[in-house]
């Protein structure tokens, strides 16, 4: 416990059962090891090498990930809260079902990751870039969203209450049966996006038509472009 690992590989190293409790190890790399039942309560990782590892064994509660690579790596069903992911690689990530309440998220490159009704209830996703996210059944009650580029993002019945869009960029996203009652989403760009039984601020009611006449419009344009490369 406690120990100070900084920069020390570990890859393909076999840390079954090991208890690393508040363990620094940061830009350490654990690609390919063995997590088995491992205890990583309070461990610092940031900028390690964590890609492909799959962290449902281990007792992980609130950690430092900052700057870390974590693509493809797997956190379903994790215990999260308060969690760093600050300037994280964590494309095509799962994080389905996930407790990430208050998490940060500041900058992480989230693209192709699922978090699918996970909770990411007052998280900060500030800036985040995360074409194609899956977001879908997800908590995101007085999330923070501000400058989030989520185009093509999956929000189907999410539930958004209050959720700060501020400058956020949710073209040609699917929010259909998803909430976004008290919403902040005045500046928010959201041409293309599909809606159905979508609940949208009273002060976006005229959304819904325009929506509706850019989902034609696109709809004609694809139309038009394979019939001239036909």
Same mark, same amino acid.
């Given at each position: 416990?406690?120990? =100070?690992?900084? *920069? /020390?590989?570990?890859?393909? !190293?076999?840390?079954?059962? !090991?208890?690393?409790?508040?363990?620094?190890?940061?830009?350490?790399?654990?690609?390919?090891?063995?997590?088995?039942?491992?205890?990583?309560?309070?461990?610092?990782?940031?900028?390690? =090498?964590?890609?492909?590892?799959?962290?449902?064994?281990?007792?992980?509660?609130?950690?430092?990930?900052?700057?870390?690579?974590?693509?493809?790596?797997?956190?379903?069903?994790?215990?999260?809260?308060?969690?760093?992911?600050?300037?994280?690689?964590?494309?095509?990530?799962?994080?389905?079902?996930?407790?990430?309440?208050?998490?940060?998220?500041?900058?992480?490159?989230?693209?192709?990751?699922?978090?699918?009704?996970?909770?990411?209830?007052?998280?900060?996703?500030?800036?985040?870039? *995360?074409?194609?996210?899956?977001?879908?059944g /997800?908590?995101?009650?007085?999330t923070?969203?501000?400058?989030?580029?989520?185009? *093509?993002?999956?929000?189907?019945?999410?539930?958004?209450?209050?959720?700060?869009?501020?400058?956020a960029?949710?073209? $040609?996203?699917?929010?259909?049966?998803?909430?976004? /009652?008290?919403a902040?989403?005045?500046?928010?760009?959201? $041409?293309?996006?599909?809606?159905?039984?979508?609940?949208?601020?009273?002060?976006?009611?005229? $959304?819904?038509?325009?929506? *509706?006449?850019?989902?034609?419009?696109?709809?004609?344009?694809?139309?038009?472009?394979?019939?001239?490369?036909?």
């Open positions: 416990d406690r120990a =100070q690992c900084e *920069g /020390t590989s570990f890859s393909h !190293a076999d840390l079954e059962g !090991a208890s690393l409790v508040k363990t620094n190890l940061e830009r350490a790399d654990l690609r390919q090891a063995s997590l088995l039942h491992a205890v990583m309560e309070g461990c610092v990782l940031s900028g390690a =090498q964590l890609s492909d590892l799959d962290f449902r064994s281990p007792t992980l509660g609130r950690m430092s990930f900052a700057g870390a690579d974590l693509r493809r790596s797997v956190f379903a069903k994790c215990e999260l809260r308060g969690s760093d992911f600050r300037d994280t690689h964590l494309e095509d990530a799962d994080f389905k079902s996930a407790n990430l309440e208050g998490a940060n998220f500041q900058r992480a490159k989230i693209g192709g990751a699922s978090f699918r009704h996970a909770s990411l209830k007052q998280a900060d996703l500030s800036e985040v870039n *995360g074409a194609s996210v899956d977001l879908s /997800t908590n995101l009650i007085l923070k969203a501000r400058r989030a580029k989520l185009i *093509g993002a999956d929000l189907r019945v999410a539930d958004a209450v209050g959720i700060d869009l501020d400058r960029d949710i073209r $040609w996203a699917d929010l259909r049966n998803a909430d976004f /009652t008290k902040a989403m005045d500046t928010t760009r959201i $041409w293309g996006a599909r809606i159905g039984n979508t609940v949208l601020p009273p002060n976006m009611s005229h $959304w819904k038509l325009i929506l *509706g006449v850019s989902r034609v419009v696109g709809f004609v344009t694809r139309r038009t472009s394979k019939f001239k490369e036909a």
